[in-house]
């Protein structure tokens, strides 16, 4: 009866099964892993993981292998573009001793960022620049670092795609000791080699005076769309 019961056992633990691990070095790792394998074993990589047929009593001996293997870290490169789009529309109405007289105007500007980080996988990484200013508004004027720029966080997937966590700051003053910030932080999933939208900040302000002499409004609009697109790198 022992025996009978021994043989199932025995043959279970001998018996093959597909175990995954996901590494980065998945490719690399192949041929130190294969000699450590069984007879009828195999390993295979496959989108940033190993698939390996063993037995569990030799998969933990692969782990423990793999223990003392560090895995190998991929470079990232980020490219990111921003646009900044505005323009300026006014018109007023003025009366002297020559008449009424209307005017109107439109001012349009353009400009674009363009800016690649390189960095390792799961590290974070940023590009900033920054311009003191004196703010007022108070009893004494304040000191305030304005900055513009993107910091980034790749981390790789199990698909060979990136997940990106992006923060972009974009300050800058708006005239008469007031400064005008704008932020925006998010996380999405990418392809590389591929461009990827990562929405806009649009900013719009109106102004109208009135006097004696007649009247004047003015308008303004400032978009700032960013895109990204990022590259693995080798090893």
Do not use: C
């Amino acid at each position: 009866m022992l025996l009978l019961i021994a043989a199932p056992l025995l043959a279970r633990a001998d018996a093959l099964s597909i175990h995954v691990i996901q590494r980065a070095d998945a490719q690399a790792l192949v041929p130190v892993i294969r000699p450590l394998l069984p007879e009828g074993g195999y390993v295979n990589a496959y989108q940033g993981k190993l698939v390996i047929r063993t037995t569990s009593a030799n998969f933990d001996q692969v782990l423990a292998a793999l223990g003392d293997m560090p895995e190998v870290p991929r470079t990232v490169s980020v490219h990111l573009r921003r646009r900044a789009d505005g323009g300026r529309n006014g018109g007023g109405v003025s009366i002297d001793r020559n008449g009424v007289r209307a005017g109107a105007g439109s001012i349009s500007h353009q400009r674009q960022d363009d800016y690649r980080i390189d960095t390792l996988a799961g590290h974070a990484a940023g590009i900033s620049q920054g311009t003191l200013v004196a703010l007022t508004g108070t009893q004494y004027p304040a000191l305030m670092t304005l900055k513009q720029g993107i910091r980034i966080t790749p981390v790789m997937t199990g698909d060979g795609r990136v997940r990106l966590t992006v923060a972009q700051r974009f300050d800058e003053p708006a005239g008469d000791g007031v400064a005008r910030t704008q932020g925006a932080d998010t996380t999405l999933v990418v392809t590389p080699g591929q461009w990827r939208s990562l929405g806009a900040i649009t900013v719009s302000e109106r102004t109208g005076a009135r006097g004696l002499s007649g009247g004047a409004t003015h308008s303004e609009r400032l978009d700032l769309p960013l895109e990204v697109k990022v590259e693995i790198g080798g090893r």
